[in-house]
């Protein structure tokens, strides 16, 4: 059995930890991350630390059902409480053989979490969790149980009390607090519990039923039924108010059979498969090839987005943002619905593809980086938005839903980002992993092991009901599927090589990127043979159409989204020519013969003849017009094409008059003219000042260089190996400073020494400080040992030479006092050099700045 000081059994958590090695107090650190903000001056403020709320709370979020049910259930034995008492409050009278192989592991893991502490024969649980997980009227117990008999009849009347142990056929006592051990002894032995049940009418046993497993709480009214009233003068039911009573809880544990839960769940549920087409032949090559079309349609719907948005996006909300209008219209655009168009969008940005140009009007475009990324090959390209997806704490599905304040969330906007959701993504695909290739999982089995995994995290601090980590496992699986990690339910073979990234990116942020880099190369390397190989050609029909029976090559395909309409996507695409697209193939500089070329040379079927004739129709009558800046002028060498022009009733909002027998001026601006005419069914050109025609090309806006958003970490980040080192050294050598026993030193005298200056100094920083008193020391005060400047000298200099170390009360030059241990290796010309226990490391202090010094009654070395 551990021992504290003195061979005795740790009295507090604190002893406790003072006990343990090294290696333990790392374990705790690495697992409670937020215990090292700032690191503890010692032990006494790490076990302090380690028993607030809020550090308990966290910890407790962190546990697996089953480890928290050992929690709870020692919240609700005696304390302490053997191992025996626990294994029997989680077994039962009956027991349970995998409930006591899983123990074990639970009870370590809480003290290795520091939330228990205490050897096997008097375990402890820290209080605030015992405050959080123990029954009370106002929270709960999740065991059910409700309070102890002393706790129920604490303010009985003495009478009350003995009229209860009448009726309960025990003898009377001579005080309330024996009597109220008669009480609870009846209630814990089986023997005679189970007597008094068997007198009990049934309907009493009935109330007892609905009572057991909880709530243990029932109304009353002022004339109880019959078997109320049997149950309330045995004891069974006692009065909480005056209109509820309550069922003991050594009663409740007698009705349970021990038990402390209902359902213990000592082994994590498995995830089951969805069906049995895993055993179908071919079933990975049926999953790898669907989930490839959809990496590809992932690709192609990011580069759609950035088309969209490739002359300026939509404008940020001033709250930060995409307004609702035009999420509508980028669904629009992409042809899907609005949701699934916000997680395009949130992929994009997370990536750093798209993000906001920071200029007065502030809109949205893609970024430099998109560029690079757009021209990497596919798998590559496919696996850059894979990682960015998978670390991203911001979330695309809360988009549309209103926070705390009842505000709209836009897509964009600041407040998405959900610190578990990486976490959440990670765990769901690792799941997947366990599952036979080929295999999907059911939906509901998945929740259910993320529930057992994380039960807490599935409640509101208010004790609520909080979905988001079941939603988050939902939006995991639709944005999975989404781009091209599973297909049909079921983890692709590039998705596994995905996952081969182990390191914490808490722990260790850079090395987990550049494991995670690997592992998108390797997952690019396992996607590239399932993409299909991009097409040079398309299939032309005589309705004005083309079909590309899969993707083609950049350059064929940025030409034909110019010269033609895409009319639908898939595993085809069609395309569909008209005469706006044909025309738009004119602006960009394209002639008749350029598009004929393109046709003949990139169709495996002839040009159809109406194909041929809507180019040559529409290209003879382009720049036939021309439209220039006057305000605008429009010129023809047909006059009868002006004539026709102004005697047309459509053209009289452009203002039009004649200057010259070829010549208009209009007074709209060229733009407003050049649509004006179009749509009125003339093909003009615009054209420039020197009389050129004017090729209209697609301005390509981007904004100023800009990172990927920083996923937001959930808590503080997990410490690495040379923090946790440095740490437990810290310490370890606060907590000897604090804790060493001095010899008593007498007061010095009060003459005008420097040393009683910086004594005098020491104690109004001490006061300032709200120092409270250290163990040992010698004036009893918690002041810095005080000692006269011969003193001071003549204890370092014998210490010095018999290699001891002393305690000393050091005030720096910014006037902070603190205690530290040293050994003098050598004192000369007003300085003492040894090495400092405390900080553990050689330095040198001023004997000026020293307020005292005494020996230790026990060479810390």
């Not at 003995?162 to 009377?172: D, G, K, N, R, V």
Request: glycine share 8%.
């Amino acid at each position: 059995m551990p021992e504290g000081t003195g061979g005795t059994p740790p009295r507090t958590l604190a002893e406790a930890l003072r006990i343990q090695g090294d290696d333990s107090l790392a374990a705790l650190l690495r697992a409670r991350p937020d215990l090292l903000t700032p690191v503890p001056n010692d032990l006494s403020q790490l076990a302090t630390r380690a028993g607030t709320r809020a550090s308990v709370v966290r910890a407790l979020e962190r546990l697996d059902r089953f480890t928290l049910q050992t929690a709870e259930a020692l919240a609700v034995a005696p304390e302490p409480a053997p191992y025996a008492t626990l294994s029997a409050l989680l077994t039962g009278d009956e027991g349970d053989a995998r409930i006591e192989a899983a123990l074990p592991l639970a009870v370590r893991t809480l003290r290795d979490q520091a939330l228990i502490w205490g050897a096997d024969d008097r375990l402890r649980l820290v209080r605030t969790a015992r405050e959080l997980l123990a029954p009370s009227p106002t929270h709960p117990s999740p065991t059910g149980l409700g309070p102890t008999v002393a706790e129920a009849t604490a303010g009985m009347s003495p009478g009350r009390l003995q009229e209860i142990l009448t009726a309960a056929w025990l003898p009377s006592t001579h005080d309330p607090v024996s009597a109220v051990a008669s009480l609870t002894a009846l209630f814990t032995d089986r023997t005679r519990m189970a007597a008094l049940l068997d007198t009990a009418p049934m309907e009493a046993l009935s109330v007892l039923d609905r009572l057991v497993w909880g709530p243990p709480y029932g109304e009353v009214t002022s004339s109880p039924t019959p078997p109320v009233r049997w149950l309330r003068d045995r004891g069974l039911l006692l009065p909480a108010t005056t209109r509820t009573v309550v069922l003991p809880r050594e009663a409740a544990l007698h009705l349970r059979a021990g038990r402390a839960h209902r359902t213990p769940e000592p082994v994590a549920p498995d995830v089951a498969p969805r069906s049995t087409e895993a055993s179908a032949p071919g079933r990975p090559q049926i999953v790898d090839s669907t989930a490839a079309g959809q990496a590809y349609t992932a690709l192609a719907t990011i580069e759609e987005l950035a088309k969209d948005w490739n002359e300026g996006g939509p404008n940020v909300l001033r709250a930060g943002g995409l307004s609702v209008r035009d999420l509508k219209r980028t669904a629009a655009a992409l042809d899907v619905t609005e949701p699934v168009a916000a997680f395009w969008v949130e992929l994009a940005y997370a990536a750093g593809l798209l993000a906001a140009d920071g200029e007065a009007d502030e809109r949205y475009a893609p970024t430099p980086a998109y560029d690079d990324w757009h021209e990497l090959p596919s798998p590559e390209r496919w696996a850059r938005l894979a990682t960015a997806w998978l670390t991203a704490t911001r979330t695309a599905g809360l988009v549309g839903s209103q926070d705390t304040k009842g505000r709209t969330l836009a897509a964009l906007g600041p407040d998405l980002d959900r610190g578990p959701a990486p976490e959440v993504r990670r765990r769901i695909l690792d799941l997947l992993a366990t599952l036979p290739e080929g295999t999907a999982p059911d939906p509901e089995s998945l929740l259910a092991r993320l529930r057992w995994e994380r039960p807490l995290r599935g409640a509101s601090a208010a004790g609520r009901p909080d979905d988001l980590r079941a939603r988050l496992a939902a939006w995991t699986l639709n944005e999975a599927e989404m781009l091209g990690l599973t297909g049909r339910g079921a983890l692709s073979s590039h998705a596994r090589a995905l996952l081969t990234s182990v390191s914490d990116p808490s722990e260790d942020p850079a090395r987990a990127r550049a494991e995670l880099a690997a592992a998108g190369t390797r997952a690019a390397l396992a996607l590239a043979p399932l993409l299909p190989e991009p097409l040079d050609h398309v299939l032309l029909q005589a309705d004005l159409t083309a079909v590309a029976p899969g993707p083609l090559l950049r350059p064929l395909a940025e030409l034909l989204a110019i010269a033609a309409d895409v009319e639908s996507k898939g595993g085809a695409t069609v395309y569909r020519f008209t005469p706006a697209s044909v025309r738009r193939a004119l602006d960009a500089g394209q002639s008749a013969t350029d598009l004929h070329d393109l046709l003949k040379t990139h169709s495996r079927t002839p040009v159809p003849q109406p194909l041929a004739y809507l180019i040559d129709d529409v290209a003879r009558k382009h720049g036939h017009l021309r439209v220039g800046s006057a305000s605008a002028y429009v010129r023809c060498d047909d006059e009868a094409v002006l004539d026709e022009i102004l005697a047309d009733k459509r053209s009289h909002g452009l203002r039009l008059r004649r200057l010259a027998p070829t010549v208009l001026a209009a007074h709209a601006d060229p733009a407003a003219v050049l649509d004006g005419l179009r749509a009125i069914g003339f093909a003009p050109a615009a054209e420039s000042v020197e009389g050129d025609v004017l090729i209209t090309r697609a301005h390509a806006y981007r904004t100023p260089p800009r990172t990927a958003p920083v996923p937001v970490p959930d808590g503080p980040r997990a410490p690495g190996a040379t923090l946790l080192g440095a740490a437990v050294k810290a310490i370890r050598a606060g907590d000897m400073a604090a804790t060493v026993v001095r010899k008593p030193v007498p007061e010095p005298s009060t003459s005008g020494s420097t040393t009683a200056a910086a004594a005098a100094a020491a104690r109004a920083a001490g006061r300032a400080a709200g120092k409270t008193p250290a163990p040992g020391s010698p004036s009893g005060n918690g002041d810095l040992p005080r000692t006269t400047s011969a003193e001071t000298l003549a204890t370092v200099q014998a210490a010095a030479m018999t290699g001891s170390a002393v305690w000393i009360g050091y005030v720096n030059a910014d006037g902070a006092a603190s205690q530290r241990v040293i050994a003098p290796v050598r004192v000369e010309g007003g300085y003492v050099t040894g090495y400092d226990h405390t900080a553990d490391e050689v330095r040198t202090y001023p004997l000026h700045r020293i307020t005292g010094v005494a020996e230790l009654a026990d060479d810390p070395a």
